[in-house]
């Protein structure tokens, strides 16, 4: 029978660490319960180490001393049970490296020479019973010798693990026959070791698509995260069998430099995955939005210099991330040139005295070219881009572009030949785009461009900018030079005509490279990106027009999305004066190019059909008042009497005469007929002619010219009052956004409102019939109905959009040309919101006019413009300033679960 008690005298364990009082534990286990006294070392163990963290020590000590804390528990719990020279206990995975994070697993293996689980059963079962009563979280196997030659055989996880060993307790020599029988001499060939890793990093990263860029990224998995380190060293141990990364360098695989910044980059990783866990309680491994602010105090970050404390942590942790790829890119293409290529070169093309393509991959002639010819740095990357077939960079080109990039200097950028070079790239005919991204991995596009340098990593702390300002600058160069393939043409056809028609496209891309260049430097990052790019182009010979061309460029990078997102459109007047601003032709089509791309590279979510719409109406517009001629504004009379015309001709198509339509229109407000459709008014006309008068008509269907772009609701009623609140809360409990409302009302209060709708995936719902017949049965219900309307919101908030708490900024102006008040209100989304607006605007005896919904990730920026019941702006100061603070303090009220307690109040609804 098995010892199962500590009754036996116990000898104190050499390898425990100084903090752990191994006398009073041994002392305590012979007086108390075992597992009471496992569970109090271990409480006081994770007490001492949390406390050590929080004063500021390396995480390299504290995992490392974890481990050898666990290793003694281990002992001590191993060794109240008696066993032989056939069995013993080892460390695998993580822990068997020496790492333990707080809430890590403890990965043990029980190995025997053979299957002598019969023999042993009963005291494993008590050992693993023990470890469990004292919450020690384990993850165990219990094999023979062969049973782990054979698992390992046909694992590859399970060969990995077992690398990684240490003998806790028991007979050594079953641990090293195990490492003889699975090492690359029996099993996993070093070559054939390193393609199952590449496999298993490249299914890896493609669950993160492929970026280290993730705006919650996993500090464990995501590219450029622990897992890539610990890649590179299981590959190069495997292929020159050795126990431990310094000995790399012995190897002459890592060098010393390389080395120490691998270090230096795991250490940080270590420390954040460290204050991870310590903040989570649990193994997270996810940097959700929560943590990060978290981690960023913790961590003695700090407000200021423009940025938030968790900006600056996180531009830390993404420069940390691209160094660690910068580094494995290196690595990994030695080992595959050494181990699955066996350095054997097939073919060797000569480019010049100075590169060479080495089986379609460019290598210098030199190890010592760039410090002879520092030129070189950029020539190798304007190579790439004038040879399509080249498909990268050999390994020690990689390591000499690290090594040199020193060398540029002001002197370097100040040298003519250079500044050539740099342009004759951004005029290179293939995968600009790939060449740049590289560049800014191995710190060349920085160096050259000490402004971009600045920018690379850096972060802003929300849901709109899914990137940092760096890898969006390159995703918007991308999107543009995707305009000339076909796929790219059918999605955006006026993009790509523009784009293939211009006489300089370098300057597009330069603009493109500029537009955020001064972000996180305080100020306007527009006018200082403007100031920057102007020197550029005096620095590389652009002449003074197109210097010109992309001053305005940097600074009105925003205008267009913002007036056609926030303003109407269908005003001649806003149409006319952005037409002015533009000028000309030339201005109109850079910036279209500009802007479309910016939008889908900042975040692909943020582009739907219903903006390009919108968009595309101001080009188009614009274009025409351009082709025209500045020198008179549009005549809103005239385009209104034209509206007017082309819907009575479709309406006496349906035998509707002119005096029926005028009686329906009545002194319904010109805006109708500027912002709508003829067709549609027509629609609109029939529909409230053919529907009983007593009836509210519900019209529903998809718009859009060649496609739907969103789905238009028109809603008329007869003498009810506050109808946008009832609509607002009724969309809201179906599901669908409002992404536009115009609102008209006649003198004898008749409504003509349209709203454009889409679902929550942002697709219109025109098609669903089922969908469109539940929204004509509940606004019908509704209007007809307004006291059973249930206000209460039931959609829950999400996690992520819980994670930010900036303050409702809200603002209020008067517009004379509109003859409205203009309320702005830039708040967190959540859902119910425009039903809670609403029914802020029916307190306070406010009409609204038309609404134009802007969501920018986790916060909108929304417009209304609003009237008296008087039909007159909101001019009583008082009042104003009840207004804005009744906003700001009802929607900054605190959401729990998505359900907003200023909507649960009684609401009066006039009938």
Known sequence: ???????????????????FDQKRFIEDLKSRNPVQVFKDALNAAKNHFDNRFLEGEDARSLVS??????????????????WDEEICLIAVGGYGRGELHPHSDIDLLILMRKDL?????????????????????????????SQCVDEAKSDLTVATNLMETRLLCGNAELLQKMLIKTGPKKIWSSAKFYQGKIDEQKARHNKHQDTEYNLEPNV????????????????????FDVHRRSQLVHANFLSEEEYLTLRMDEEFLWKVRYGLHYIAERGEERLLFDYQRKLASLLGYSDGNGKLAVEKFMQRYYQTVLSIRELTDVLLQYLDEAIY?????????????????????????????????????????????????????????????????????????EDATNRDLFMRLLRSPYKLSVHLKLMNRYGILGSYLPEFGKIVGQTQHDLFHIYPVDVHTLELITNIRRLVQPEEAAKFPVSSHIFKNLPKPELIIIAALYHDIAKGRGGDHSVLGAVDVAEFGERHGLQ???????QWLIENHLLMSTISQREDTSDPDVIYKFAKHVGDQRHLDHLWVLTVADINATNPRLWTEWKGALMSNLYFETKQILQFGLTEPVNRDAWVADAKNSALKLLEQHHISLSQAEDIWG?????????????DIAFFTRGIIETPPDEPVIQIRDVG?????????????????????????TMDKLGLTIQDARLQTTSDNRTFDVYYVLNEKDLPVGSNKRLCTSITTALTMAIKTPGKVNFKVTRRTSRQLKSFTMKTKASLRSDDETNTSILQVITPDRPGLLAQLANIFMRFDLTLYNAKICTLGERVEDTFYLRTNDNQPLNDESVVEKLIQTIREELDTRIQDGEDNSLLQSIKIGQ
Do not use: C
């Open 705 to 729: 010219v060649e496609i739907p772009v969103a789905t238009q609701i028109f809603v008329h009623t007869k003498g009810k009052n506050n109808l946008f609140t009832i609509v607002a809360a």
């Open 667 to 679: 002194d319904v407000d010109d805006q109708l007929f500027l912002r709508e459709r003829t067709e």
């Open 341 to 413: 290529r066996k350095n054997k070169i097939k073919t060797v093309t000569q480019i010049n005295e100075r590169f060479v393509i080495k089986d379609d991959y460019l290598d210098t002639t030199d190890d010592d070219l760039f410090t002879q010819h520092p030129s070189a740095l950029l020539e190798l990357f304007v190579i790439l881009g004038e040879n399509e077939n080249i498909k990268g960079i050999r390994a020690s080109a990689i390591r000499q572009l690290r090594l040199h990039r020193k060398l540029i200097d002001p002197d370097f950028r």
């Open 220 to 239: 464990k998995e995501a590219p450029g995260g622990l897992r890539d380190i610990q890649l590179i060293n299981w590959a190069a141990k495997r292929h």
């Open 1 to 19: 029978m098995a010892n199962t008690s500590f009754d036996q005298p116990l000898q104190p364990n050499s390898r425990a660490p100084i903090f």
């Open 544 to 550: 003074a027009q197109e210097i010109s061309l992309l």
């Open 117 to 145: 689980s019969k023999r042993y059963r009963e005291r494993i079962e008590l050992f693993v019973t023990f470890l469990w009563d004292i919450q020690l979280k384990i993850g165990h196997s219990v094999r023979s010798l």
């Open 65 to 82: 001393e974890a481990s050898q804390f666990a290793d003694v528990l281990l002992w001590y719990a191993w060794n109240q049970y008696e």
